[in-house]
């Protein structure tokens, strides 16, 4: 699932060589760290916060499929 993260992530923003994933597991939830600079963050949220949403729509549908439940933070 981090590759997944990491492959959505560098494919919406100017600087993909910034953009850094760590992982956090806390109980039955993976918890998704979202580094990249600055200027990216407004790509990644999105108008109305639109790309966001749909980032972790898909990133839950893909921790369902793996029985887990996952969680997206995106830091500036």
Partial sequence: MKEFVEYVAKHLVDRPEAVVVDLEEKED????????DQPD?????????????????LLRAVAAKEGRKAVLDIIG
């Fill in 29 to 36: 939830r993976l918890i998704f760290k979202l580094k990249v």
């Fill in 41 to 57: 963050v407004g790509k990644l949220i999105g108008k109305k916060g639109r790309t966001a949403s749909s980032f972790r729509v």
